[in-house]
């Protein structure tokens, strides 16, 4: 059982940057996808951004440029660690943003960290 638990959400003023981060724990293997979603009031969760365990990833493409994700993976595959780093938020960037790891055909989501961008 894969367990995922987020961090870094807040409140922050159009313009400014966040960044989140996810840490996986349970799994002695290398998680093979991980990513970031997010889900807006009254929308469907949509894909921000992934990465897979190789380094390829993944943007929605309105959010290329802005956000950058990264992952880091202990030795032991142990610990594997998902960020997000977002540039230039604006308001609609508001959302619950959930973390998403895919292993042996599994999918495994977090609880989300909600991101508030005021104008």
């Known amino acids: 059982q894969v367990q995922l638990v987020e961090s870094g959400g807040g409140l922050v003023q159009a313009g400014g940057s966040l960044r989140l981060s996810c840490v996986a724990s349970?799994?002695?293997?290398?998680?093979?996808?991980m990513g970031w979603y997010r889900q807006a009031p009254g929308k469907q969760r949509e894909l921000v951004a992934a990465i897979g365990s190789g380094g390829s990833t993944n943007y929605a493409d309105d959010l290329k440029g802005r956000f950058t994700i990264s992952r880091d993976i202990s030795r032991d595959n142990a610990k594997n660690t998902v960020h997000l780093q977002m540039n230039s938020l604006k308001p609609e960037d508001t959302a619950v943003y959930y973390c998403n790891a895919h292993i042996f055909g599994m999918t495994y989501w977090g609880e989300g960290t909600l991101v508030t961008v005021s104008s």
């Open positions: 349970g799994s002695n293997f290398r998680i093979n996808v």
